[in-house]
């Protein structure tokens, strides 16, 4: 990982590497304040992410930092040097003095130096008073805006802070002493945004009540908005006392005072999310998982990647090999992909060799589904066949024509495939009068077991859902993690994979229509806004399937 330096130590300096469109290292003596906004990192500006891809010293200021640059970073992230803002080498929490010392010797250094702030670095933060400093000691600096907390938390909270009729906001740092405000400076305001109230919220609407505010007025409190463990409670003045005792509202928490409050019934959008909040487990890597972690993103969930699969060359690479070379000098008619890991082991059969997509010429290509085409097109080359109804190796049979001795020249087919791939398209193809060379492009094999924590959230229902993408990623993680816990709900990418699931002793909850990622996710996402609409019409809190136990599943007959 990262070195992480506390705050006396230096900062080492590492020459900047791609990302930054100039190419440049900023001078020394130079430093970037970077607002990360309130936690959503979709709310990072282009330009805070354009500097902290090309940062070689950055300075946190929250512990979610760490965890957003590692994310943003990639590989790169063990070649930059993080220096703790929250916190002294003697563990006490710096002074805005001491942060400002800190900041001004690290960008008196060479290197990119960036300096990250949640939210805005000039609203409700250290920004001003550490910009300050640098002018005062010839450092020059750049500030790049952040989305606030104030602004974007009732956003996400489905509060509009101001509407056609209601233009005021005043936004107030309460911070613990409520008691010293003049509440009556604020009876006539429109719309409150009040900042650190949650702890004192009771004596906040005293105060306002005592004031002449209309115990009425409608409130709402909103815990670590914009991420998907946001919680937000509404209530009135006179009844917000009793509504947040014993809700676990975890700071930051932004409360808005307002009759915009109201339209949240209506506007609420993010926390109904079908997926908000849902921890779901994708047994892939995150390189095969990318699409569809993408897409359960976009419904609220949290997927976490567990690799049960590594995909490894095969033992004697000389059958594949033989195969490229009669691909190059014309013995076969066709080439069938059925899946990713078969495009990418031919294209790098074809890197060794100094081959291209020219090789191909007069050959026909033929791919299970749309994903699989998509990827032999990044390659420059368009597939001849793509299943037009099911996108699998049997939707691929019914399309596939027959060989005809006066129409084809060659009767044989190129299949690159895994170790463990099943015989059905090679049996299928010979039925159509083909020949196949069968060939183990790669092989699969089972990953390592994942950590204890994931083990045992796994076991013990922690997770929400678990989606099988292949039969073997459900052979595979019941085999080195344990089977999902009954209350997780299942979803299967398709039948085979469904079947397999059933085999192992799981209620398959969820079947793709199609095979693909997006399809997978939209039907799960289904799935959890049917689930959540038939507890609200029951008049049952919505909770998540981990929050709800269920009587154990019985294997599948």
Known sequence: MAKTATAKTPSRSVSASAGRPTGATRAAGSVAFVGTGPGDPGLLTVRALELIKSADVVITGTPEHSELLHDLLGERFEKVTLIDGSYGEDGQPLTSASLARLVVRHAKAAGNVVRLLAGDPWMYATGAEEAAACAKADVTFEIVPGVSSVTAVPAY??????????????????DGKPGKIDWAKYVDCQTLVLLSAAESIAEVARGLQAA?????????????????????????????????????????????????????????????????????????????????????????????????ISVEPPRNPMQMNKAVRGLVEGRYEWIVFTSLNAVKAVHEKFDDYGLDARAFSGLKVAAVGDKTAESIAAWGIRADLVPSGEQSVRGLLEDWPPYDDVLDPINRVFLPRADIATETLVAGLHDLGWEVDDVTAYRTVRAAPPPASTRDAIKTGRFDAVVFTSSST??????????????SVIAAIGPATAKTCEEHGLRVDVLASQPSAETLAQALADFGAARRLELIEAGEQVAKPSERRTPPRRRAT
């Open 157 to 174: 909270a489905g509060v509009p802070l101001t509407t056609r009729t209601t233009g005021e906001v005043t936004v107030l740092k309460v």
């Open 474 to 487: 459900v052979r595979n993680l019941v085999g080195i993690a344990g089977k999902p816990h009954a209350s």
């Open 212 to 308: 002449g505010r209309s115990s009425g007025t409608p409130i709402s409190l909103t815990s670590v908005g914009t991420t998907t463990e946001q919680t937000t409670v509404v209530s009135t003045l006179s009844g917000v006392a009793a509504d947040v005792e014993g809700v676990r509202l975890a700071a930051p928490v932004i409360t808005v005072v307002g009759e915009v409050v109201e339209m949240r019934g209506a506007l609420s959008w993010y926390e109904t999310k079908p997926l908000f909040g849902w921890r779901i487990l994708v047994p892939r890597t995150k390189e095969q998982a990318a699409t569809l972690s993408a897409s359960l993103r976009t419904f609220g969930g949290v997927p976490e990647e567990v690799p049960t």
